[in-house]
């Protein structure tokens, strides 16, 4: 297992966002969280990340316990998290959001990976080769999310976050994003999903999480999920 979330508890103050979560993300897997606006999705990214700090439980990562760790360290262990609304550095051009993703490769004085890793992601992404030059904040925004996912990419994570992906987006281009989340699977990439759109989610998905109030309410393989009557009749339009 590659992911193991067990018992997970992340408070806002007094305020409960999740409570006893378990999880489990296999390698090679996508996996998907799906659930309503406030159920806490987003607080469960930021925990993995680090940038919250849980209160109770467990985030294990192969055989490294990610809690307590900051978010430079985990991003060095091979989670990087694409962030709910891109937050790309919008006053910079593409080719240095791009760099920026790649600090890591920079402190260890790796350019000649960088330049081959811009190169590859090129390739997935013409667009952004297209526009290397030009300032972030004036991209699309679709143009920004793949911006956005193309700079975690530059951390070659072994687990990729992603945070409402297909968030105010086309549906037409919110079927190349979820394109590209399958090519980056089958290239070896796991990715943990938590997306409102679900059945775009479920139907790219392995396995799935519904998530209510904090805790998880049912979970099952993505497929399953799909027909399931109570997920149809509050996540899929009936």
């Not at 990087?80 to 791009?98: C, W, Y």
């Not at 109030?213 to 339009?237: F, Q």
Request: charged content about 20%; glycine content about 10%.
């Amino acid at each position: 297992m590659l992911l193991e979330i067990n018992g997970l508890s992340t408070y806002y103050d007094n305020i409960a966002a999740l409570k006893a979560v378990d999880i489990r993300v296999a390698k090679g897997q996508i996996v998907a969280i799906i659930g309503a606006n406030g159920a806490g999705k987003s607080t469960l990214l930021k925990t993995i990340s680090g940038l919250v700090r849980p209160r109770a439980g467990t985030i294990r990562l192969r055989d490294i316990d990610l809690c307590g760790l900051a978010p430079e360290r985990i991003v060095a262990h091979g989670v990087t998290q694409v962030p709910e609304g891109r937050q790309i550095f919008a006053h910079l051009s593409v080719l240095d959001n791009l760099h920026l993703g790649a600090y890591l490769y920079h402190k260890r004085r790796h350019r000649s990976e960088i330049k081959t890793k811009i190169q590859t992601l090129y390739r997935m992404f013409p667009i952004l080769q297209r526009r290397a030059q030009q300032i972030a904040g004036t991209l699309s925004g679709g143009e920004q999310q793949m911006l956005a996912i193309a700079r975690a990419l530059m951390g070659r994570p072994e687990l990729l976050l992603l945070d409402e992906p297909s968030m105010g987006l086309a549906p037409l281009i919110v079927r190349d994003i979820f394109s590209v989340l399958r090519r980056l699977n089958a290239d070896g990439t796991t990715i943990l999903l938590v997306e409102q759109n679900a059945r775009a989610a479920l139907t790219i998905a392995d396995y799935a999480y519904v998530l209510e109030t904090g805790s998880v309410t049912l979970e099952g393989p993505a497929g399953e999920l799909l027909d399931n009557p109570r997920v149809k009749a509050s996540y899929l339009g009936g």
